[in-house]
């Protein structure tokens, strides 16, 4: 077995080893980070050797992935991966899984095949009536045709009711069974992973102004919380605001600058909420002298610019949906949260991003973030290294026609509080930016037609969760 192996991977090695003498399927969670990929290559190559297997085919859920997949499967084999004639196997997103010709999945009647399916929390279902579309292309092509299969999670839960494909639940419970699991507690402890160190961003006296008809009324908030639970101010209006993203910037810029002292090959990565947002990010660093570089759905070339930025010095990578799972830049240690989503299943996956260790001084991980009451009850739950919880599924009968849906206690979902696994999706209206040192912004609420300004005052708080 190849040395440079970490202890978990090479236990979870031996265990599938072990595990596919008697069964065809094998269910491996680990921490983001932690290194599924060279794990599950050098599996494959275990099989290859042990003459088990005759291909591979490796399955993820974006072309980013799936991009990491083929490099580290060709290096770890020590043969093409791509595909073609000759090659071993080959790598696809499962967007692709439909569109691949009958021939293609004869590959299964006639040969051996190891199928690998990464972040498969993406593929629900058991059976062709509560799956979607990628987890029907698992149980058609797949399931029972290849001669071992395993399936890779960080993050093993689904926000809706379904199952994940391939996965095994105990009964009555409903627990999801791990064949092996390796958590982000003990790869801190193992020196795997770094430590999270999470700041929340708080302002002392928050002035909200609404204007209604020719009355202004104006009131006080001891916090972001309260001014988010008791005023029409949203969320991603916040993140929006230009002193908002002045003061998480700045406070991430001083974090990163620090340890660039130690790395000066250490990066960060900025969330952002859309493409306009991220340009509004981008134009905020670069006016602070910073070096960015701006990857979203719309980019050209975008995993080529991905790859630039991973072996560049650049200090900054602002992305829009694009580094959250799965892909792999190692020098990335400063993360600035200003995505509107918050749910369990992005907020580890994009603190992730930020977690995998590349030498001996860089044992810890920072995020930056506003105290907004999901993301800080998430943030506290890192403590906890993924909840049991998380990982049951419980049915009860579908709410009654005409019925809210969250009206129904314990309704089907994967457990957790379902407030926090909600996605802030409000549609807002353009904002416009007033001058001045408060930096207030103008919205109009399209329900009321009222307009409100916020304001900041100078008393900002941090928070600091150092979680392990």
């Given at each position: 077995m190849n040395k440079q192996l970490r202890n978990w991977q090479r236990q979870c090695v031996d265990t599938a080893l072990e595990h596919y003498l008697r069964a065809s399927h094998f269910f491996c969670q680990a921490t983001p980070g932690a290194g599924k990929t060279r794990m599950a290559a050098e599996l494959a190559s275990r099989l290859l050797e042990q003459d088990r297997i005759d291909l591979v085919l490796c399955f993820a859920p974006s072309c980013q992935v799936v991009e990491g997949l083929r490099s580290s499967f060709c290096t770890v084999l020590g043969r093409r991966f791509d595909g073609q004639l000759g090659a071993v196997g080959a790598a696809f997103t499962y967007q692709a899984m439909e569109y691949r010709s009958e021939a293609f999945w004869t590959l299964l009647d006639d040969y051996r095949v190891f199928a690998v399916?990464?972040?498969?929390?993406?593929?629900?279902?058991?059976?062709?009536?509560?799956?979607?579309?990628?987890?029907?292309?698992?149980?058609?092509?797949?399931?029972?045709?290849?001669?071992?299969?395993?399936?890779?999670?960080?993050?093993?839960?689904?926000?809706?009711?379904?199952?994940?494909?391939?996965?095994?639940?105990?009964?009555?419970?409903?627990?999801?069974?791990?064949?092996?699991?390796?958590?982000?507690?003990?790869?801190?402890?193992?020196?795997?992973?770094?430590?999270?160190?999470?700041?929340?961003?708080?302002?002392?006296?928050?002035?909200?102004?609404?204007?209604?008809?020719?009355?202004?009324?104006?009131?006080?908030?001891?916090?972001?919380?309260?001014?988010?639970?008791?005023?029409?101010?949203?969320?991603?209006?916040?993140?929006?605001?230009?002193?908002?993203?002045?003061?998480?910037?700045?406070?991430?810029?001083?974090?990163?600058?620090?340890?660039?002292?130690?790395?000066?090959?250490?990066?960060?990565?900025?969330?952002?909420?859309?493409?306009?947002?991220?340009?509004?990010?981008?134009?905020?660093?670069?006016a602070k002298g910073e070096s960015c570089q701006l990857v979203t759905n719309k980019t050209p070339d975008a995993q080529r610019v991905i790859n630039l930025f991973r072996r560049s010095h650049c200090q900054w990578?602002?992305?829009?949906?694009?580094?959250?799972?799965?892909?792999?830049?190692?020098?990335?240690?400063?993360?600035?949260?200003?995505?509107?989503?918050?749910?369990?299943?992005?907020?580890?996956?994009?603190?992730?991003?930020?977690?995998?260790?590349?030498?001996?001084?860089?044992?810890?991980?920072?995020?930056?973030?506003?105290?907004?009451?999901?993301?800080?009850?998430?943030?506290?739950?890192?403590?906890?290294?993924?909840?049991?919880?998380?990982?049951?599924?419980?049915?009860?009968p579908m709410p009654a026609p005409g019925s809210s849906l969250d009206s129904v206690p314990g309704r089907a979902s994967v457990v957790g509080n379902e407030d926090q696994a909600k996605t802030h999706m409000d549609t807002l209206s353009p904002l416009k930016f007033e001058g001045g040192a408060t930096s207030i912004f103008t919205s109009k609420d399209l329900s009321t037609q009222s307009n409100h300004q916020v304001s900041f005052s100078k008393h900002y708080r941090q928070q600091l969760l150092a979680c392990f």
């Open positions: 399916f990464d972040e498969i929390h993406h593929c629900a279902g058991h059976d062709m009536v509560l799956s979607n579309a990628w987890g029907q292309q698992i149980l058609q092509r797949i399931q029972d045709k290849a001669a071992f299969t395993l399936a890779l999670s960080g993050t093993p839960w689904r926000s809706d009711d379904r199952p994940i494909a391939l996965a095994r639940y105990s009964s009555p419970e409903g627990r999801l069974i791990c064949d092996y699991r390796y958590g982000m507690q003990q790869a801190v402890a193992d020196g795997v992973c770094r430590s999270p160190r999470i700041v929340l961003l708080d302002n002392q006296k928050v002035r909200f102004t609404e204007e209604l008809d020719t009355e202004n009324i104006v009131r006080t908030f001891p916090n972001i919380a309260t001014l988010l639970g008791e005023s029409p101010v949203t969320y991603e209006e916040l993140l929006r605001h230009d002193e908002v993203v002045d003061q998480l910037l700045d406070l991430a810029r001083a974090k990163l600058n620090e340890l660039r002292l130690l790395d000066p090959d250490a990066a960060g990565l900025v969330v952002a909420t859309d493409i306009v947002h991220a340009h509004q990010v981008a134009k905020a660093l670069k990578i602002i992305a829009v949906g694009m580094i959250s799972e799965g892909t792999d830049i190692p020098r990335l240690q400063v993360c600035c949260y200003l995505s509107r989503i918050r749910t369990e299943l992005h907020y580890r996956q994009v603190l992730g991003r930020v977690l995998r260790r590349t030498g001996q001084s860089d044992d810890e991980a920072w995020l930056f973030m506003l105290a907004e009451p999901t993301l800080q009850c998430l943030a506290e739950r890192i403590a906890d290294d993924l909840p049991e919880d998380l990982a049951v599924l419980s049915r009860v």
